[in-house]
């Protein structure tokens, strides 16, 4: 028989991104240096070619190999992975089985992880750009140009001039160290990740029960009954998180799944609603208007433990079967299923991601949730809780205490009394500290002036209309002139081609990050453009919190690739040159040039007293690295052996210091559990009685509390009242005089408090009313840009302010024309499990970027046809407001009729053009697309300044 040779048209692959033009797969995986499975390439070899597969010789003897373990830098689960190295080489890669989060198992991403240990695709070495051309440099060169650049627009137009995003891929240590460098440079022109995927949350949840956390566990989700998702594709975006959501529902637990989009993990679901994007509030009401009528409540939990439940009644009364159903397009049967499914199975955990909080009211959204969870008494128990699945592998850890412009490490508010604060942890003066500030007033949008060192500083939402925005509207001496994008890729954020026209705008702008991103490319500068390399977390040691608040402990795999420098060296080597790096180090151990991990951790821990980050020595973490397979799986608890007790890596709070081994806090506000066992209760954040109402707790309590009932937060008073002051050493009595608990340095009221079994943090009662939100009550708006312009009139958006976060800020201006008929399609965007983020990583992947290499949409057959497209075609998808993306068409029923889905990691082209000239050679990423975020459009929620991605319009034609 003759074999016939297989044409090299029939086996192309589109790869753009590639090379430019279509290459056959087998030459993209020569090129990329894929090990290809035995099956592909039997399937184009000669068989006279095959052969039997043996196994290969390892590459060194096994003494030779050491092995590390570090933790997976893609999604927040926290996965374990052992690295091989040999010769300083990682050479090999397994994952870590003892490890109870991820027990062996990996994602597409974390088996790829090996590439970051030798991967060309990274910027090498310190590039400037003359004339438009890259050019290399020296670190010294560049540190000296940018920094009298800084200081030069700094004395021009003041410190709020030069803004900066940090990273949320950042370690721990390396996210810290940029919010204190923001600090000591005098501003609060600062942000991360974390403003555009999870603010909502953060504000939501902490403004209900005390703080801005996942309150469970991934793990604890194995005692759910019931398992909500809602804006959740964990099967893609959280592969590993979904292997316990399958064991539950294996153990009988109900799993059902509310989103626009039948996903992969709809496909897993007992019961699948489809509903209009931008419509969860009047979703939720609606379960909660039958979990009302048919009294499944849990009274006595109300009773006791919430506040306001009786508006948010009122509020949901108006949510009747037949509104709900004019509203989100989901029918009375479906919704009283849901309720029905969620009171028959309790505990019920809610799993909600970016899917519902990337919109104008998003924190509305997060609330409802709440309200629905607190109804059923699911808050503050095993198997329930709120499960919020974050994204980057840092970014719940770069939250707690990195680069926000909203507060200081810790959640320590900016207003003097938290920094007064830090400036003891510090140990710095406050007038110093405060001089470096710009000492004008300006307006606080609520009526009054503030100085910019007391007031939140403009959001990597908005550092666009920073730079654009007439200087008379902004609440600052003059618009930002300087962005440096230190770990963040800018296609996450929305109006790409105002993006476009702020980047060319900057005196200087400066990218530090292992990969070029799109920052990069973007635009058309000429100079004045720098890329800094900076080592991936492999490179370095330090710790990660995963979003059940665990903080775990990184050790360093490799030493860094080409001339990388660490976040932390970095802002070392900034700091000096700006003259403030005696100030910022005088307490932080610092070795040629780098500041030791070790050492910036045991600073956070003297200071975040606040949320419990002062337990997690270095030392405590490391032990429970060391000793992972002595952990539970379901509840986390170490059985035997030294760690006898307690909970893997020690998730926040973990109170006191780590001389009391407090064990660590698996479930938030959970009264079945002494305090000194990780027990607690709702905090009292915000006083102790509203309208002549109690915010205390009524009749509940944590176990073994000598207190039974409701109290404030403690603090030096309080503790002499109780008559427990003298349970304090001299020492303590000292540093404690006239402190509350969250800033005494001593640790002493926290340790006493809890001795008593009390929380530290009060005991109070969740608020289902927030009155000092502009919703006290959760309340339904249509999106700026809705398909249902007819909904207007009775769900309305927010009046215009003038200043909000220093900026104006439209809503309802923007509502005000109808877009509907000319854009019909509702536009939102998600994950894939092949890249995560902004792509530029896992893109420049070989064995990722093979597995997708087209940005696309997903569009329902019907409109597909409506608009003559057919599947695989490239097509326009244009926006409202001029952007417009060049991609390819996936004709499917994943999404309904009226609503396209693109994914959001693809970045390199530009309304249809390649921009792979414009990369330092062999920098470009293997794949490049267009960004979704080129055509998503304006909008913002009212308390954090989300950005809106999920519910816009569009329209999709034959390109």
Not at 300 to 317: H, L
Not at 787 to 795: A, C, G, T
Request: charged share 25%; proline share 5%.
């Amino acid at each position: 028989m003759k074999l016939m040779k297989k044409s090299t048209s029939a086996s192309a692959i589109s790869a753009p991104g590639l090379l430019g033009k279509a290459i056959g797969r087998r030459t993209f995986l020569r090129g990329s240096g894929l090990a290809v499975g035995g099956a592909v390439v039997a399937g184009t070899l000669p068989l006279t070619m095959v052969r039997k597969a043996k196994a290969a010789r390892r590459v060194a003897p096994e003494s030779e190999v050491r092995r590390v373990k570090t933790i997976c830098g893609h999604c927040s689960v926290g996965c374990s992975t052992i690295a091989e190295v040999h010769n300083g080489v990682w050479v090999g890669q397994e994952p870590a089985f003892d490890s109870p989060i991820n027990l062996g198992a990996h994602c597409a991403k974390g088996a790829a992880l090996r590439n970051h240990g030798h991967s060309t695709r990274r910027i090498k070495y310190p590039m400037k750009m003359v004339d438009g051309r890259w050019q290399r440099i020296s670190w010294d060169q560049a540190i000296e140009e940018i920094g009298d650049k800084l200081l030069q627009i700094r004395e021009e137009s003041g410190p709020d001039a030069f803004w900066f995003a940090g990273s949320s891929k950042a370690n721990n240590e390396g996210a810290y160290l940029q919010r204190k460098f923001a600090a000591f440079w005098g501003s609060n022109n600062c942000d991360h990740q974390a403003r555009i995927c999870h603010s909502t949350t953060v504000a939501g949840v902490a403004n209900t029960w005390g703080y801005g956390a996942q309150t469970n566990s991934y793990n604890d989700i194995l005692k759910s009954k019931c398992i909500i998702m809602c804006g959740s594709n964990a099967a893609e975006a959280h592969p590993v998180a979904m292997q316990m959501i399958l064991r539950s529902k294996e153990q009988g637990a109900k799993l059902v799944v509310m989103d626009p989009r039948f996903t992969r993990t709809a496909a897993h679901a007992d019961t699948y609603v489809r509903f209009r994007s931008g419509t969860d509030v009047a979703l939720m009401w609606g379960i909660l208007w039958h979990v009302f009528e048919n009294e499944w409540e849990d009274k006595e939990y109300i009773r006791q433990r919430v506040y306001g439940m009786d508006r948010v009644r009122e509020e949901v009364a108006k949510w009747t079967p037949d509104e709900v159903e004019r509203v989100t397009g989901v029918g009375e049967e479906a919704i009283y299923d849901i309720a029905k499914t969620m009171a028959d199975n309790r505990p019920g955990t809610f799993v909600w991601c970016m899917g519902g909080t990337q919109h104008t009211i998003g924190s509305n959204y997060v609330r409802a949730y709440n309200c629905l969870q607190l109804a059923l008494g699911n808050i503050g128990v095993d198997g329930g809780g709120a499960n919020i699945f974050r994204g980057h592998d840092n970014v719940q850890g770069a939250t707690d205490v990195g680069p926000n412009p909203d507060n200081l490490p810790g959640y320590y508010p900016i207003a003097e009394g938290g920094w007064q604060h830090w400036c003891r942890v510090w140990d710095v003066d406050y007038e110093w500290l405060k001089n470096r500030f710009d000492q004008a007033e300006y307006d606080d949008g609520r009526g009054g002036t503030v100085q910019n060192m007391n007031t939140g500083g403009i959001t990597v939402s908005r550092w666009v209309d920073g730079v654009l925005e007439d200087p008379d509207n902004i609440a600052q001496k003059d618009n930002i002139r300087a962005a440096m994008f230190w770990g963040h890729a800018p296609n996450s954020q929305t109006r790409g081609p105002e993006m476009k026209r702020a980047f060319e705008m900057l005196d200087l702008l400066v990218i530090a990050d292992p990969y070029p991103t799109v920052s990069a490319v973007l635009h058309d500068r000429k100079n004045n453009t720098y890329l800094l390399p900076i080592a991936t977390q492999f490179e370095q040691a330090g710790s990660v919190t995963a979003s059940n608040r665990s903080i775990q402990w990184r050790e360093k795999v490799i030493e860094p690739l080409y001339e990388h420098k660490t976040d932390a060296e970095l802002a070392y080597r900034l700091a000096t040159k700006l003259g403030f790096a005696d100030e910022m180090f005088k307490n932080i151990e610092v070795r040629d040039n780098m500041p030791v991990p070790e050492s910036v951790l045991r600073e956070i821990n003297r200071g975040t007293w606040s949320i419990g980050y002062t337990g997690q020595s270095p030392e405590r973490i490391k032990e429970h690295m060391a000793n992972q397979r002595h952990f539970d799986v379901v509840t986390l608890k170490a059985e035997g052996g030294p760690l006898d007790g307690e909970t893997y890596c020690l998730p926040w709070p973990c109170y006191g210091t780590p001389e009391m081994k407090h064990p660590g806090t698996h479930v938030l506000y959970n009264t079945s559990r002494h305090v000194l066992d990780g027990g607690g209760n709702f905090r009292a954040n915000f006083g102790t009685e509203r309208d002549g109402e109690t915010l205390l707790a009524e009749d509940s309590w944590s176990k073994g509390a000598e207190i039974e009932g409701g109290y404030p937060q403690f603090d030096s008073e309080m503790l002499k009242q109780l008559g427990w002051w003298d349970d304090l050493t001299d020492e303590e009595k000292e540093m404690a005089e006239g402190r509350a608990w969250t800033t005494d340095l001593s640790g002493g009221i926290i340790r006493v408090a809890m001795k008593h079994g009390c929380h530290p943090f009060g005991n109070a009662k969740a608020r289902a009313h927030v009155w000092n939100f502009p919703d006290g009550v959760p309340i339904h708006r249509e999106p700026l840009y809705t398909p249902r312009y007819d909904l207007v009139e009775d769900y309305p958006t927010y009046e215009d302010r003038a200043v909000f976060y220093r900026l104006p800020t439209r809503w309802k201006s923007v509502q005000a024309r109808d877009y509907s008929r000319e854009f019909p399609l509702v536009h939102t965007s998600g994950r894939l499990v092949e890249y995560e983020g902004g792509g530029e990583e896992t893109r420049s992947n070989p064995w990722l970027a093979e597995l997708k290499q087209d940005m696309f949409v997903e569009i329902n057959p019907a409109d597909a046809n409506d608009a003559g497209v057919r599947d695989g075609q490239t097509v326009w998808l244009e926006g409202p407001e001029g952007g417009r993306i060049r991609i390819k068409a996936m004709v499917t029923n994943r999404v309904g009729r009226g609503t396209v889905f693109t994914p959001f990691h693809f970045g390199g082209h530009f309304q249809g053009q390649d921009l792979l000239s414009k990369y330092p050679d062999g920098a470009a990423p293997y794949v490049r697309g267009e960004s979704t975020n080129t055509a998503t459009t304006y909008g913002y929620d009212a308390v954090t300044m989300m950005q809106e991605t999920k519910t816009t319009l569009c329209r999709v034609i034959p390109a």
